[in-house]
């Protein structure tokens, strides 16, 4: 079982930038694929970025890239969103997610992920 906890969310104005932290408990962290989605008021939650186990492939929504970077420390059982040129539209409900999987791939499905953090805030103001 792996728990997650996000933090690092606030309030930024438009161009800023805000790092995001995802700390998990459990021995199996470096087994698990990490993700960040986010939710927006009144819509549904969508895949921001993806890193496969060992860190070494990452993904990106079209929305984010080139923005956002996603990275990861199995040592310190954290992962990383760093936000960068922050839009109003970025503004949303940001979760952590993992999956503890056998290979070292990229998950963007929501459905397939396991553990959940509570999510932290980001609003952005123009």
């Known amino acids: 079982q792996v728990q997650l906890v996000e933090s690092g969310g606030g309030l930024v104005q438009a161009g800023g930038s805000l790092r995001l932290f995802c700390a998990a408990s459990?021995?199996?962290?470096?087994?698990?694929?990490m993700g960040w989605f986010r939710q927006a008021t009144g819509k549904e939650r969508e895949f921001v970025a993806g890193?496969?186990?060992?860190?070494?492939?990452?993904a990106y929504a079209d929305s984010v890239k080139g923005r956002f970077t996603i990275s990861r420390d199995n040592a310190k059982n954290t992962v990383y969103l760093q936000m960068n040129s922050l839009k109003p539209e970025d503004t949303a409900v940001y979760y952590c997610?993992?999956?503890?999987?056998?290979?070292?791939?990229?998950?963007?499905?929501?459905?397939?992920?396991?553990?959940w953090g509570q999510g932290t805030q980001v609003t952005v103001s123009s």
């Open positions: 459990g021995r199996t962290f470096s087994r698990n694929v």
């Open positions: 997610a993992g999956r503890y999987s056998d290979y070292d791939v990229i998950i963007r499905s929501s459905y397939e992920y396991d553990y």
């Open positions: 890193i496969t186990r060992s860190g070494g492939a990452t």
